[in-house]
């Protein structure tokens, strides 16, 4: 579980939550705050992120950029704690969250935009 943690890179979270955290601010101050809402962007948010994250650690392994040259935190897949395949799959599965949220947002918030 650490390394699956450690790929998803939780230090990149908070920027990706932090303008959504902020637009639902606003709407409570504007008074069309929605609860639903304010948790699918959320989790719309924070997939598209984990997404990036396992998507740029397979995309680099595949093409070579992480070596053992590479400064910054241990890459997964380059460092062989994830399999290629593993990480691929995990891929596929962020990447259906995040339209599944996605798709939630969408139905939520349809009837807030005029």
Known sequence: ???????????????AASSIILANCIAYADDTFRWKVAIFTLLTAIALQVLSNFANDYGDAIKGADNHLRTGPERMVSSGQISKEQMFRAVFISASLSLVFGILLLIFSKNIIS
């Open 1 to 15: 579980m650490k390394k699956w943690l450690a790929a998803a890179r939780p230090q990149t979270l908070p920027l």
